[in-house]
């Protein structure tokens, strides 16, 4: 599931600065003294930036690298592959069998892009400040620290937005789950108990008492048996979901290849939610071995989000072809009910997402108690931060209950939080961090102008259409 190798995202404290204040606990003391030598002068950043970056290699001095190429594509491939996948046949039913083939590839090679330029940005000022490791927001942090003057004061704000854009982002996803688990157990209820036919918000009241209790959590080695269950309930669900994708397809000439304008956005939004796992990039990056193995061609990112863009792009291009326009918010749920096989995946499926919700929630609920703790007294510290925990949970079924829309909130999430945490911010963390360095005529400036621009044409018309469904669904109702 998405956000599952996110916990490595927080890996300093808030208590930045660059370079006499920078506190990370896998920093070790010889390298936290490189900071305090005279021959790192942060004064004119841009006048030693490449020099220093050249003479210097970091990585020896990081702590936990035990993660193999291998694993780190694993770890990779798990982060990216979640529930977002289940949603492509919906992605390709708002735009079309060809629109969509064609707006995957291209939306999966700017995202995998734009996690190019994230890891080899922080790469880049890891050598440039002498640092062993950075994750996402620190990289904002010290790219806006050491860019250009006018950028400067806004280091603590860059680093607060990203941390801000994770969390929310996370958060969010988190509602996207309760509405996955609820709608797809009702199904196999309904089936089984017509005449009651619960709805679909009783079903995540229920379920939000699991959620809390295991949100309670903070040791994340108790998590990882839920974690090992929910990575067998996925694999068992995608191979019998694709066995009943490839029955008995429909002719290409079915289906539409491109779908009205109207439904574009949705489609963008929809498709960024799927795609967007650069939460986990920068934790797996860090834990390497080998981390300059991690970008270049080959690489692990590459070759990992290759493989990651075309089973997206299989599983929307089938599962449109194969329900049309019937095509729900998970392909799962299209399955037939009626089958005992198709009640085990909707019933593993749900599950497999009820045990990632804790690990999904780890990273902000670490980084948001840490900004607290310091206002509770120490007696209530604990008491606090399970109210806390059990609070974000309620918070977000309340959000689930509000819009219980599966497709519509995933592409209002994609289009809100996941367009600007892996499309906007990169591409402005590349532009502050290569100032001087932006290639001939500027094209890295122009090319990140242009992922922004994408970003925010995401962000406003997946926001408005997803908003008018919503909306639309509402009246319908009434």
């Keep these: 599931m998405r956000g599952e190798s996110t916990t490595g995202t927080f890996a300093l404290s808030e208590k930045n600065s660059i370079p006499n204040n ?24 841009q006048a030693q930036s490449q020099s220093s970056a050249e003479s210097h290699v970091p990585f020896a001095n990081r702590k936990n690298t035990s993660v193999t190429d291998a694993g780190a594509m694993a770890h990779l491939l798990k982060g990216c592959l979640g529930t977002g996948i289940l949603a492509m046949p919906n992605a ?20 995998a892009h734009c996690m190019n330029i994230l890891v080899s940005s922080s790469q880049f000022l890891c050598r440039r400040t002498k640092t062993p490791a950075l994750d996402y927001s620190n990289t904002a942090l010290v790219a806006f620290e050491t860019g250009p003057k006018a950028v400067q004061p806004y280091s603590s704000f860059a680093k607060w937005f990203v941390n801000a854009a994770l969390c929310t982002t996370l958060y969010s996803t988190g509602a996207v789950y309760i509405v996955f688990i609820a709608q797809s157990v009702k199904q196999v209820g309904d089936f089984h108990f017509e005449e009651m036919k619960i709805d679909v918000r009783i079903y995540m009241l229920i379920f939000a008492i699991p959620l809390c209790l295991m949100c309670l959590i903070r040791n994340l080695k108790y998590l990882v048996p839920f974690s090992m269950l929910s990575n067998a309930f996925i694999l068992i669900s995608f191979a019998i979901t694709l066995s009943y994708i490839f029955k008995d397809l429909p002719a290409l000439s079915e289906r539409r290849n491109l779908a ?21 990039v920068m934790p797996i990056e860090n834990s390497m071995k080998n981390p300059g193995h991690f970008l270049g061609c ?41 089958e005992i096989l198709c009640q085990v995946v909707k019933i593993l499926i749900a599950a497999a997402v009820l045990f990632t919700y804790a690990l999904q929630m780890y990273v902000p609920n670490k980084i948001v108690w840490e900004g607290l703790e310091c206002y509770v007294k120490k007696g209530w510290q604990n008491t606090a931060q399970n109210t806390y925990r059990i609070g974000v949970v309620i918070i977000a079924t309340c959000v689930a209950a509000a819009v219980p829309e599966l497709d519509a909130i995933i592409s209002l999430v994609g289009a809100v939080f996941l367009s600007t945490l892996g499309l906007l911010c990169p ?52």
């Design 298 to 338: 080959p690489g692990v990112l590459n070759i990992s989000m290759g493989i990651v863009v075309v089973l997206y792009a299989v599983m929307g291009f089938f599962g449109y072809l194969k329900y049309g326009e019937s095509a729900l918010g998970s392909v799962t749920i299209n399955l037939p009910t009626g």
């Design 22 to 45: 920078l506190h990370d606990s896998s920093i070790s003391m010889a390298s936290a003294d490189l900071f305090k030598t005279p021959s790192l002068q942060l004064t004119d950043p």
């Design 260 to 280: 009205d304008p109207g439904q574009i956005p949705l489609f963008l939004s929809t498709v960024t939610f799927a795609l967007e796992g650069i939460g986990v």
């Design 427 to 478: 591409a402005v963390i590349e532009t502050v961090t290569f100032w001087d360095e932006l290639g001939p005529g500027r094209w890295k400036l122009w090319k990140n102008v242009i992922v922004v621009v994408l970003a925010l044409v995401v962000l406003v018309s997946g926001a408005y259409s997803s908003i008018a469904r919503i909306v639309e669904t509402y009246s319908m109702q009434q």
């Design 92 to 111: 390709f039913k708002n735009g079309g069998l060809a629109f969509g083939l064609v707006g995957t590839l291209v939306l999966g090679t700017i995202c």
